[in-house]
Nanobody, 114 residues
């Protein structure tokens, strides 16, 4: 299983970015897909997650600003990020849970300037 993320970049505070992540390979049943982020010296943390039923989970810092969505037919997950803040600067990793195994993408850098 491979996860290919895209959409990161540099944006000013208050701006928006949309991340995408497509799963490919032996993808027969994805239980959940999500986004995590990590900054130097800190643990990777959950940003948002969506299961195959459409139920979502958001970190407190993401609620009201980020929206996760999923295209099950294309095995793709999206993260719409609005009202971005400098503290959102991080490497964002796509995650897929398949038969109890977590798969990770390589990460995409999001930089929010003040």
């Amino acid at each position: 299983v491979q996860l290919q993320a895209s959409g990161g970049g540099l944006v000013q505070a208050g701006g928006s970015l949309r991340l995408s992540c497509a799963a490919s390979g032996k993808v027969f049943s994805i239980n959940a897909m999500g986004w995590y982020r990590q900054t130097p010296g800190k643990q990777r943390e959950l940003v948002a997650d969506i299961n195959n039923g459409g139920s979502t989970i958001y970190a407190g810092s993401a609620k009201g600003r980020f929206t996760i969505s999923r295209d099950n037919a294309k095995n793709t997950v999206f993260l719409q990020m609005n009202s971005l803040k400098p503290e959102d600067t991080a490497i964002y990793y796509c995650n897929a849970l398949i038969y109890g195994i977590h798969y990770w993408g390589k990460g995409t850098l999001v930089t929010v300037s003040s």
